[in-house]
């Protein structure tokens, strides 16, 4: 048979033993072509597993690191309200401090220092002293109020490698007092890096802003000295979480992950965490996996070459060989020629019985043949392409014995066998351990569930399996039966779920972190989603709350409902709560408010934030008790600041009325001696009275602004104001007029009090006025007397009061009343509501101070339309009432032949007492101060009588004069006269026993008497 091929066919492969050797080769190609192919694909999903392995690492440690950062901050945020750190009181707080650092084992230290850097409180001793002045925390929080990172630093106390933060303690005006410091160790991190399975070349390592290491591993010899430059200059410029391959500082490549940490309010990140895996580490492993599944491989390719060279000469090129023999005879014409035995059967046989038509039956089962091989060949390549390149074991299992009869790359890996034919030596049993997690016998179990599936029903669960080398891992499998050439087998699908198993066990930790600290935080925490209307918050849903939620709002049962059912009508009385939960559910910005909810009449500090659109999380914590004390203590502050303003203005009262009235006594002095002298009938009579009656007119004045400044003398009298009310009432209802009623009301019996009559009658009488002129169109006005009893909680609210027992005198009337903004000014001097000119507006400033140089208080009760009241507490004394004498004294001007001194800083003055006593008899010696009335006495042979001295001059007082005086001259009587005293002679006003005193501004007769009154007293 002639046979013709194209010249391009070469001519070695009319061999058959070429043929065979070159199909044989190009079968092997493949398979090594695809374990190339998975090398490859093996050494990338190597890197991506190692990137993911040190992300995740850096994701563990910056979450750890800011849930202990937020766990801090929100600590130290409680101290500006502990009573014992807003006082420093170091003792208490130290001890609180210690309480804080035994239950958080992860903060080295606690300090408290004040507004210039001096630590004065710590949770451990400080044995020198601790300035932070200098410290970049402290800087931050004195410059900008807010929680700020400080840099790396050896611990003074504990001598360890921490990182400081501080935190601003502020008072009530928002002002920073003291910073709150909290020492944070890196050694916490050092379980991330035992347990994360890292090769021992893996590196972790954390940096401070500035770059110096704050933790190493696994060497630690780097702490404290500063990052390579290029290295850092990376994580600086790049974005703030990412990657990176460079050598590292001992030199060897690495691939490196980093995040960057940041405090709100900080643009410089406070740390940096960087993890690194070796690069050659990487590469050895995907190399060693490389070579373990192309060696095999190969050998095999050559053993089978070589089998095929030697088998293709008995079996095939002598059979072909004797074909052609006789095939050479038949196309000679040797039609007797026959196939030997060699050839006997199949085609080969059938040549030798029918050579005609071997050429059209040998086209024909070629065709066959080849498509077939063709369609077997791809399914057969499908087959193993899958089955080989799964990441999961395939493998199958023979009964009875149930040993493996074939397996994947992938099940040799897993189980850590040398090769497929290494695994088939084991049975199901062999790779399992004795008992599975729930105690039973692997064997039992294993045989359950092969039972299971050789009735039909796929089955899958999970199985913990040993390998080869004893370890024991995790995994999933499927069992599902199948069946090859009538033959029945199972195949096993196992999937090594370590890395997942890990994952569960981290976010089951994470999970029991997170809920412990939800479940147990004192504030209360509320997930909630929030419902829109047209972009507008219209309700919310409680998702999940903490137990500190229902112990600070009261509210139960609270998850899976709505807040308009929990709390009905609150997005009406509280709108400014809905805009807030709203804004940050739709933007994902932070709040923090303080905000009053009506609903629950409470006080809030409330954080937002948004986990995700449309959600909100709360944290916040009940300050109505801070609220409260704000507002209390803002009222205290106004009220100190009125008292303030009153006391400065009393002292200019007080000032001017010292002055002033050295020009009234001159005044009305010389013009009662003009009228002396000059009879009724002079034209110059009436303009003399005039004159002294507008000094007398002024010296009201000038006793008013005394009274206000509690500068006036007086001389309280033991007497009830039960009488003195009855004494005054018909001067009264005269004074009020007859459009309006007086009523007097005194309870039964009524306590003693100590007052200045004539102060008393100028309180009640200026009250009367008062509450006269509060009434134009008529009106009734109520005078009641009462013994109360002024306890503690009263005393509270009226800061000036003492508890204690006092009488009460209370003026009401039916007027017009006063609104807030004229209660705040009524008791200052000048202060008036009337029209120009009708009034002075010093009424009621006397009578306050009248009041309060009583040794009482006086409160007003005042609203717009309903009446006012005015109350006088005056304090109760035990001693006797004397009944006053009449004064029937005559009107003649007393004299005298005694010696008085006279001494008086106000020149004219001093000459108008010369002058008035000197008249009436007596030897008369003066001096300008206390330096000249010594000098006087001392060269003034004969005996002085009576000392008339002003109290207030400059230099030596006259109370020191008169000491040193008497002292020489221990007969001598001594006069007091002042316009007001300064404590000098007096306490709060009021004279000591024995001492005789002429207010100024007064008059020739009352001077001619008092002085007769002290020469004549015993």
């Excluded at 230290?109 to 949770?123: R, V, Y």
């Excluded at 190399?287 to 079996?315: C, E, H, V």
């Excluded at 020009?663 to 002298?677: A, N």
């Excluded at 169109?777 to 204690?804: F, M, Q, R, S």
Aim: proline share 4%; charged share 25%.
């Amino acid at each position: 048979m002639n046979s013709s091929r194209p010249t391009w066919f070469p001519q070695w492969l009319s061999s058959v033993r070429a043929v065979m050797i070159l199909l044989i080769s190009l079968a092997t190609i493949f398979p090594l072509g695809i374990i190339l192919y998975q090398g490859l694909q093996h050494r990338t999903q190597a890197f991506i597993d190692s990137r993911a392995l040190s992300e995740r690492l850096t994701a563990e440690v910056a979450f750890d690191q800011q849930l202990l950062l937020s766990s801090a901050k929100q600590l130290m945020s409680t101290f500006s309200y502990i009573p014992a750190i807003r006082r420093r009181d170091t003792v208490a707080t130290n001890a609180l401090l210690v309480d804080l650092l035994r239950e958080n084992p992860q903060i080295t230290n606690f300090l408290i220092a004040d507004e210039k850097g001096n630590a004065w409180a710590s949770g451990l001793p400080m044995n020198d002293p601790i300035n932070a002045a200098d410290r970049r925390y402290f800087r931050n929080v004195m410059a900008t109020g807010r929680f700020s990172s400080g840099e790396f630093n050896i611990g003074r106390v504990r001598n360890k490698p921490t990182i400081l933060f501080g935190y601003p303690l502020k008072d009530g005006s928002g002002r920073v007092t003291d910073v709150a410091v909290v020492s944070l160790s890196t050694d916490q991190y050092e379980r991330h890096f035992q347990s994360k399975g890292l090769a021992t070349d893996a590196s972790l390592a954390l940096f401070d802003y500035k770059g110096t290491v704050i933790f190493a591993r696994p060497s630690s010899a780097s702490i404290g000295q500063p990052d390579r430059e290029d290295l850092f200059r990376k994580m600086t410029n790049g974005p703030d979480k990412g990657s990176f391959v460079a050598a590292g500082r001992t030199g060897v490549r690495r691939m490196f992950t980093y995040r960057k940490l940041r405090l709100p309010g900080e643009s410089q990140p406070y740390m940096y965490v960087r993890a690194g895996i070796s690069i050659s580490s990487i590469l050895e492993r995907t190399q060693k996996d490389f070579l373990l599944g192309m060696g095999p491989i190969t050998a095999a390719a050559i053993l089978i070459l070589l089998a095929s060279i030697l088998l293709s000469k008995r079996f095939v090129l002598d059979k072909v060989a004797a074909l052609r023999e006789v095939t050479e005879r038949i196309s000679r014409g040797d039609l007797s020629a026959r196939v030997p035995e060699i050839v006997s059967g199949g085609e080969l046989g059938e040549l030798g019985s029918s050579f005609d038509n071997m050429a059209n039956r040998l086209r024909e089962a070629d065709t066959e043949r080849q498509e077939a091989v063709k369609e077997l060949r791809e399914n057969e390549e499908r087959f193993r392409s899958l089955f080989e390149s799964s990441r999961d074991a395939l493998m199958t299992l023979e009964p009875p014995s149930w040993t493996f009869t074939s397996g994947n790359q992938a099940t040799v890996e897993m189980f850590r066998a040398r090769s497929v034919e290494d695994l088939t030596n084991y049975a199901p049993g062999d790779l399992s351990p004795e008992r599975q997690p729930d105690g039973r016998l692997s064997a039992e179990k294993a045989k359950e569930m092969i039972e299971k599936a050789m009735r039909g029903e796929s089955h899958f669960f999970e199985w913990t399996h040993k390998r080869i080398n004893g370890e024991e891992f995790p995994a999933t499998v499927l069992l599902t039966r199948m069946e090859i050439a009538g033959r029945q087998f199972l195949q096993a699908t196992v999937r090594d779920i370590t890395e997942r198993k890990r994952a569960e066990e981290a976010l089951q930790e994470s999970d029991a972190r997170y809920r412990g600290l939800f479940e147990h935080m004192l504030e209360g925490i509320a997930y909630c989603k929030m419902i829109f209307e047209k972009g507008d918050p219209v309700d919310f849903i409680f998702l999940s709350v903490n137990a500190a939620f229902e112990t600070l709002t009261g509210l139960k049962d609270v998850v899976g409902k709505k807040v308009s059912e929990v709390i009905p009508g609150i997005r009406a009385t509280d709108p400014s709560l809905f805009e807030a939960y709203g804004r940050v559910a739709s933007t994902g910005n932070h709040e923090k408010i303080e905000n009053f909810v009506e609903a629950l009449q409470q006080w809030f500090s409330i954080s937002i934030y948004s986990p995700e659109q449309g959600h909100f999380i709360a944290l916040f914590d009940v300050i109505t008790s801070r609220k409260n004390a704000e507002a209390e203590k803002e009222k205290l502050q106004a009220q100190l600041q009125q008292a303030m303003k009153m006391e400065a203005v009393g002292r200019l009262a007080g000032g001017v009325a010292h002055d002033f009235n050295n020009l009234l006594t001159v005044i009305t002095g010389y013009s009662e001696l003009l009228l002396q002298k000059i009879g009724k009938d002079s034209p110059m009579h009436g303009n003399v009275e005039e004159i002294k009656r507008a000094g007398e007119r002024a010296a009201v004045l000038t006793q008013q602004l005394l009274a206000f400044s509690r500068k006036q003398i007086i001389e309280p009298k033991v007497l009830y104001l039960d009488s003195m009310v009855a004494e005054m009432a018909k001067m009264l209802t005269r004074l009020i007029g007859e459009n309006i009623a007086l009523q007097a009301t005194t309870h039964k019996p009524l306590g003693s009090v100590k007052v200045d009559p004539g102060q008393f009658q100028q309180i009640l009488m200026n009250l009367v006025v008062n509450a006269r002129d509060a009434m134009p169109g008529g009106g009734k006005i109520v005078i009641e007397t009462a013994n109360v009893d002024l306890d503690a909680a009263y005393c509270a609210l009226h800061p000036y009061v003492t508890p204690g027992r006092f009488v009460m005198l209370a003026v009401s009337d039916t007027g017009q009343g006063m609104s807030e903004e004229v209660k705040a000014h009524i008791f200052e001097p000048f202060f008036t509501t009337k029209e120009r000119g009708s009034g002075t507006g010093l009424g009621l400033a006397t009578t306050y101070g009248a009041v309060h140089q009583a040794g009482g208080s006086i409160e007003v009760y005042s609203e717009v339309g309903t009446g006012t009241t005015f109350k006088v507490y005056l304090p109760r004394v035990e001693e006797k009432v004397v009944k006053p004498v009449k004064d029937d004294r005559p009107a003649d001007l007393p004299g005298g032949t005694e010696t008085v001194l006279i001494v008086e800083d106000e020149g004219k003055l001093r000459d108008l007492c010369v002058q008035i006593l000197e008249q009436l008899g007596y030897r008369v010696l003066q001096a300008r101060n206390g330096t000249e009335a010594i000098a006087t006495v001392q060269d003034y042979c004969d005996r002085i009588h009576l000392l008339l001295t002003d109290v207030v001059m400059p230099g030596m007082n006259g109370s020191e004069l008169a000491t040193q005086l008497v002292l020489r001259n221990p007969e001598m009587k001594v006069l007091f006269t002042s316009g007001y005293t300064e404590d000098v002679i007096s306490h709060h006003g009021v004279l000591a026993e024995g001492v005789s005193f002429i207010g100024k501004p007064y008059t020739p007769l009352a001077l001619a008497r008092k002085v007769r009154e002290v020469l004549d007293k015993a």
